[in-house]
């Protein structure tokens, strides 16, 4: 399946998008994770990103279109992938569509603004391989370190209360809109992601038609 993951953030794609990476046996493609570790490597690509990302601002689009492209052109992305966080804008999914790249559904997660703060505040994740986790909603088995490859848990620079309103304002403003755009395809499916991880988990099955 190659699939899209949208939502405001804090809705929970990148939770949902580790567990349909599993279930489904396909890798998800974060572009949050990939400009996180791009940041981090202080690659040309991080330097751009940065401030970008620290004032809750979207990233410029040709160079979000230019790293999506050639990540999916990668073999692996050819028995199926998971899309977090792109297309972001009208122009990137406009992009997406022209690459000639086929997409089976675009999902979205619906969750309202007020629990979005809640989320964002008590986020954390893995400060090498980005899994995502929650000192609330979804622990870690052993205090600050990730199930997954034992790194340390951090929080997210933009998990700040000035970055989140603005990561909000950015997302109903630019974001939101392009639901539409998949709706008009006949791609979008819909999922309540306010429930708790396991109900939200059978609300996304259910809305991307997977077996219990
Ligand atoms: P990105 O990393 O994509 O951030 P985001 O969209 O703001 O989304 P988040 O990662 O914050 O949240 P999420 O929906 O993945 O939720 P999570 O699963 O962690 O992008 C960061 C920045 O990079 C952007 O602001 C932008 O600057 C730039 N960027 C990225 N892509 C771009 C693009 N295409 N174009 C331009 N710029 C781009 O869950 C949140 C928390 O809630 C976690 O703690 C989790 O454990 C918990 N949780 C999850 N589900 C539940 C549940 N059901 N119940 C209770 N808690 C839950």
Redesign the pocket.
């Known amino acids: 399946m190659n699939l899209i993951l949208m ?1 405001p ?8 998008g580790e567990i349909l990476s599993k279930r489904l046996g396909i890798d998800t493609i ?4 990939m ?1 996180r570790t791009a940041i981090k490597n202080q690659t040309e690509v991080g330097k751009l ?1 940065e401030q ?2 620290n004032d ?4 410029p689009d040709e160079i ?1 279109v230019t790293i999506v492209k050639e990540r999916l052109s990668q073999p692996d992305c050819a028995n199926g992938f998971i899309l ?6 009208t122009a ?1 999914a406009e992009a997406l569509t022209a690459s000639g790249v086929k997409i089976d559904k675009a999902l979205s997660l619906e969750v309202d603004d007020d629990m979005i703060i809640e ?2 505040s ?3 994740e893995c400060s090498k391989c980005g899994a ?3 000192i609330i ?2 622990k870690p088995k052993t205090e600050g370190k990730c199930d997954k490859c034992g790194g340390d848990l951090i929080q997210r620079a ?1 998990d700040n209360p000035d970055t989140i309103k603005n ?1 909000l304002n950015v997302y109903h403003e630019q974001t939101e809109p392009i639901k539409d755009y998949y709706a008009k395809l006949g791609l979008l499916v819909t999922a309540k ?1 306010e ?3 396991a109900d ?1 988990t059978k609300n996304v099955a259910k809305a991307l038609g997977l077996e219990e």
């Open positions: 939502g953030p804090g809705a929970g794609k990148g939770t949902q974060s572009t949050g994770v400009l990103a970008y990302i809750g601002k979207l990233v979000m977090d966080g792109f297309p972001r804008t990137q989320r964002l008590s986020r954390r995502p986790y929650n909603f979804n933009d990561r992601g429930e708790e991880l939200t």
